[in-house]
């Protein structure tokens, strides 16, 4: 076994997915005061995301949790505000107050009634109409001036608990804790310790005990989400703020990982193949690191140790290499919840079929996330990323890393590239500017950061660019990049795209290509077709195109496909190239993942075959090869609710027997 390991360890919890600055002490904020960042309401009777009457907004630096735009009764609309991520091992801090009156037709239960829920299911697996997230919820009740209410208590929505080593089946269970009247403010803290011990403290006093959180096989709620787990414990989950019908504010919503190493992003797959591949992670603190590698398919395993020589933002890049082709393999890292990690090897040769899924242009929201759970259910091979994914708009290194770790945690695409291999590139928005060319200052710093977020094959040369290639089934893919040479290297009549560099490398890829189908693909579309005033398009850079025809000449390819992004508008064009090639070329234009439309990027082209401003969608492209020779690259324009909105074909006939 030959195993090549870049790995990047940070020394500081700070550098924590999704969080802020540190608020001191190890604590975490997972509120930034400013805004819902990181967080997404489930308002029963709505979908995951929707939150029509603002119950859930920020004020004077709160998170505020209201009626005031409700209209008729209550008529049970809990809120549940999820955090973004799962935790496992962590202590969660809140600051909260209850204050005015309950919403009319509120339960009464629910008079100054909140709480924080642990160990929730994945929101996107709750019902539209589902009252409470399946979790360990912390509850918060406010006393009425008189009699005693505590807080800080015990409730199992589709969940027992063991108390004493015996397990306890009651819904809810009374703290020890004295109540707390009137509007004041109240710390409550939970330690979670995944499935093992739970505590509760309520102004730093413990006033509550439990642990190993099980799901109630008999609760319609947890039952449906029982084919997604392997076991019916609950040893880790997302955290959520809950509203059941009295305002109540949190000023504080902090965490504090618990002692041991965790893994706080990823694992991510990439550069798979038939002998290796890649795997991103990221750590809370430094090492060693070190793993179990199983192949389960033959029933050996041995030890992976991590160094931990150099520091980059906790970043972990786990190259595998000399691996047995279409064989499962296991990770198990060491970490304190020992977390799992499975992929499976290409089939010897790359196979013979592969689906790979393109996009560019998406956001950390709903909208994105429907997408990759379409190109999940779609069985999608691959994934590539053609750029603005995500939007930085700055060369600053912080910001560069905070949003990479962001867009990694991002519903629907976290939980996509733990199956599916995922290999990107970069536009003008994640590089550092719209519509840059390579003479952007601080470029290094975005390639600094590009690299230590992505698993993906070796990309770039000699400190410069990130272009790269990959071959799955009969398909090899040259991802280009079209920002960091632009406008860097001749005269003004022939400024280049891709740089001296680039063109070489492409030559000599292209030149060792046996593939049947070469996919060239990148962020900036092939074209001059775009919205006026638009300057960073290959239209503008005509003799670069001229080197691209020349090249597909000289090397002798054919069957090519072209994919771009960039322009918030769907589109395939045909190139006339049939006098130089034998063919023409057809270029595929898919944008956006999210939902801002660009209606001006709809401008006229001679070889125009089809055009739609399509929020949410991608392109899906399948290849397949058989015995005789014959194959087939069929790529299909989808949106994130499984319709098919175009589709174009490449054909390669039977081989003629002599």
């Given at each position: 076994m030959q195993i090549m390991i870049i790995c990047t360890i940070v020394a500081s919890l700070a550098c924590i997915a999704q969080s802020p600055p540190s608020a001191g002490d190890g604590w975490i904020p997972l509120f930034n005061g400013k805004d819902l960042d990181g967080w997404t309401p489930k308002l029963a009777g709505h979908e995951l995301g929707e939150d029509p009457m603002n119950t859930a907004a920020v004020e004077d630096g709160m998170i505020r949790i209201d009626y005031e735009d409700y209209e008729g009764d209550f008529d049970d609309r809990f809120l549940h505000l999820f955090h973004e991520i799962p935790w496992s091992r962590y202590r969660l801090r809140v600051e909260?107050?209850?204050?005015?009156?309950?919403?009319?037709?509120?339960?009464?239960?629910?008079?100054?009634?909140?709480?924080?829920?642990?160990?929730?299911?994945?929101?996107?697996?709750?019902?539209?109409?589902?009252?409470?997230?399946?979790?360990?919820?912390?509850?918060?009740?406010?006393?009425?001036?008189?009699?005693?209410?505590?807080?800080?208590?015990?409730?199992?929505?589709?969940?027992?608990?063991?108390?004493?080593?015996?397990?306890?089946?009651?819904?809810?269970?009374?703290?020890?804790?004295?109540?707390?009247?009137?509007?004041?403010?109240?710390?409550?803290?939970?330690?979670?310790?995944?499935?093992?011990?739970?505590?509760?403290?309520?102004?730093?006093?413990?006033?509550?005990?439990?642990?190993?959180?099980?799901?109630?096989?008999?609760?319609?709620?947890?039952?449906?989400?029982?084919?997604?787990?392997?076991?019916?414990?609950?040893?880790?989950?997302?955290?959520?703020?809950?509203?059941?019908?009295?305002?109540?504010?949190?000023?504080?919503?902090?965490?504090?990982?618990?002692?041991?190493?965790?893994?706080?992003?990823?694992?991510?797959?990439?550069?798979?193949?038939?002998?290796g591949a890649?795997?991103?992670?990221?750590?809370?603190?430094?090492?060693?690191?070190?793993?179990?590698?199983?192949?389960?398919?033959?029933?050996?395993?041995?030890?992976?140790?991590?160094?931990?020589?150099?520091?980059?933002?906790?970043?972990?890049?786990?190259?595998?290499?000399?691996?047995?082709?279409?064989?499962?393999?296991?990770?198990?890292?060491?970490?304190?919840?020992?977390?799992?990690?499975?992929?499976?090897?290409?089939?010897?040769?790359?196979?013979?079929?592969?689906?790979?899924?393109?996009?560019?242009?998406?956001?950390?929201?709903?909208g994105s996330a429907s997408v990759w759970r379409r190109m999940e259910a779609d069985g999608a091979t691959a994934l590539v990323l053609l750029g603005d994914t995500p939007y930085i708009d700055t060369t600053d290194l912080t910001v560069q890393r905070r949003r990479y770790r962001e867009f990694a945690a991002a519903d629907g695409y976290r939980q996509l590239v733990t199956k599916v291999p995922v290999y990107s590139t970069w536009d003008d928005h994640d590089i550092g500017r719209n519509d840059t060319d390579g003479n952007l200052d601080g470029k290094a710093n975005s390639r600094r950061a590009f690299l230590e977020h992505h698993p993906n094959p070796p990309s770039g040369e000699n400190g410069?660019?990130?272009?790269?290639?990959?071959?799955?089934?009969?398909?090899?893919?040259?991802?280009?990049?079209?920002?960091?040479?632009?406008?860097?290297?001749?005269?003004?009549d022939d400024p280049t795209l891709l740089g001296a560099a680039q063109w070489a490398w492409l030559e000599r890829g292209l030149q060792a290509s046996d593939a049947p189908f070469t996919i060239l693909c990148n962020g900036m579309v092939f074209n001059d077709a775009v919205r006026p005033g638009k300057t960073d398009c290959w239209g503008r850079y005509p003799k670069e195109y001229d080197r691209l025809i020349d090249l597909l000449e000289r090397t002798g390819t054919r069957n090519v496909l072209l994919v771009s992004g960039d322009v918030h508008w769907s589109r395939c064009i045909r190139h006339e190239a049939s006098e130089r090639l034998g063919y023409d070329l057809i270029e595929c234009v898919t944008s956006p993942i999210h939902e801002h439309l660009i209606k001006a990027a709809d401008a006229p082209h001679p070889g125009l075959r089809w055009s739609r401003g399509e929020i949410n969608s991608f392109l899906l492209v399948d290849v397949s090869t058989d015995d005789d020779g014959s194959g087939t690259l069929q790529a299909s324009f989808r949106n994130a609710s499984g319709e098919t909105l175009h589709t174009e074909t490449i054909a390669i006939p039977a081989a003629i027997s002599p």
């Open positions: 909260y107050r209850f204050h005015g009156d309950q919403a009319p037709g509120a339960p009464g239960w629910a008079w100054r009634n909140s709480g924080a829920m642990l160990h929730c299911q994945d929101p996107r697996t709750m019902g539209i109409d589902q009252p409470f997230p399946v979790c360990i919820e912390g509850q918060l009740l406010g006393g009425d001036g008189t009699g005693d209410r505590s807080t800080g208590n015990l409730c199992t929505p589709g969940t027992h608990v063991r108390i004493d080593d015996e397990l306890d089946r009651r819904h809810c269970i009374d703290s020890a804790s004295r109540t707390m009247h009137g509007d004041r403010w109240v710390t409550a803290e939970f330690e979670v310790d995944g499935d093992e011990r739970i505590r509760h403290f309520i102004e730093g006093e413990l006033v509550m005990e439990y642990g190993h959180p099980v799901l109630d096989v008999d609760s319609p709620d947890a039952a449906a989400i029982l084919p997604a787990n392997e076991s019916i414990t609950l040893d880790r989950g997302w955290i959520a703020l809950q509203g059941e019908g009295h305002p109540v504010d949190f000023r504080r919503v902090d965490i504090r990982p618990l002692d041991g190493l965790q893994i706080v992003g990823g694992p991510m797959l990439g550069d798979l193949r038939e002998d890649t795997v991103w992670l990221r750590f809370n603190e430094p090492g060693p690191v070190s793993c179990e590698i199983s192949d389960i398919d033959n029933g050996t395993d041995w030890d992976l140790e991590i160094p931990t020589e150099a520091v980059h933002d906790g970043s972990a890049k786990i190259t595998l290499g000399d691996l047995k082709p279409a064989t499962r393999y296991r990770l198990r890292f060491r970490d304190s919840a020992g977390t799992d990690f499975e992929f499976t090897t290409l089939p010897a040769g790359g196979g013979t079929s592969a689906r790979i899924a393109f996009g560019s242009c998406a956001k950390e929201q709903p410069a660019g990130i272009y790269t290639s990959f071959r799955q089934g009969p398909a090899e893919v040259f991802i280009l990049d079209t920002r960091w040479f632009a406008a860097t290297e001749g005269g003004e």
